[in-house]
């Protein structure tokens, strides 16, 4: 049973940075990408950052240049640098992960991924 568990979120002034963590466990299949998404109130869940299972890496542009993902595909763990955060970086920030391999241009796409955490809140004032 795949689990994923976030840690990283707290409360920042503008311009500031935070590190969001993601551990998965449980995998059984070493195949598999992770993707960074974040919702806000009354919004949408929106992909912002992943790593497919080659290792390419996709961004939204909302966070292309201030924000950079990382995966250590030996400790199923997915990373996200989060720099010059605005105040509409303010959402729950959720690491998801699928099985598999190619997501390629859906790998951003929320309807892709099995398994999700729990996520962890960031506040941007």
């Known amino acids: 049973h795949v689990q994923l568990v976030e840690s990283g979120g707290a409360s920042v002034q503008a311009g500031g940075s935070l590190k969001l963590s993601c551990q998965a466990s449980g995998l059984s299949d070493s195949t598999y990408y992770m993707a960074w998404f974040r919702q806000a109130p009354g919004k949408e869940r929106e992909g912002i950052a992943g790593v497919d299972s080659d290792g390419s890496i996709s961004y939204a542009d909302s966070v292309k240049g201030r924000f950079t993902v990382s995966r250590d595909h030996a400790q199923a763990t997915l990373d996200l640098e989060m720099n010059s955060l605005k105040p509409e970086d303010t959402a729950m920030y959720y690491c998801?992960?699928?099985?598999?391999?190619?997501?390629?241009?859906?790998?951003?796409?929320?309807?892709?991924?099995?398994?999700w955490g729990q996520g962890t809140q960031v506040t941007v004032s």
């Open positions: 998801a992960l699928q099985p598999g391999s190619g997501a390629s241009y859906t790998l951003l796409n929320p309807a892709r991924y099995v398994y």
